[in-house]
């Protein structure tokens, strides 16, 4: 699955626009593609699945509004809240 996150997150960093892949994505990569931008920015995780996936060594902040995250960043994870909104994926 991370492979193709990277794929993904490539994607949208070189283009700038979202990615016709995120359509492709099942619930879970996306969910994962998300969450790993979190990680690389310190986000501490709350949920079992979270802290399963990414552990919480070297986090630093507890809360995902507080994370330093670029303008490509912030709309990468929106590309993919909206796609998941739109297929109702489970939160």
Do not use: V
């Not at 995120?22 to 949920?47: M, P, S, V």
Request: net charge positive; charged share 25%; glycine share 6%.
């Amino acid at each position: 699955m991370p492979h193709k996150t990277l794929m993904i997150m490539a994607f949208l960093t070189l283009t700038g626009m979202p990615a016709p892949a995120l359509a492709q994505q099942t619930c879970d990569e996306l969910w994962y593609a998300r969450n790993e931008i979190y990680k690389a920015q310190g986000y501490c995780f709350r949920t079992q699945r979270g802290i399963a996936a990414f552990g919480n060594a070297g986090c630093q902040h507890d809360n995902a509004e507080d994370l330093p995250l670029s303008n490509t960043q912030r709309r990468m994870i929106a590309d993919i809240q909206r796609e998941e909104r739109a297929r109702r994926c489970p939160r």
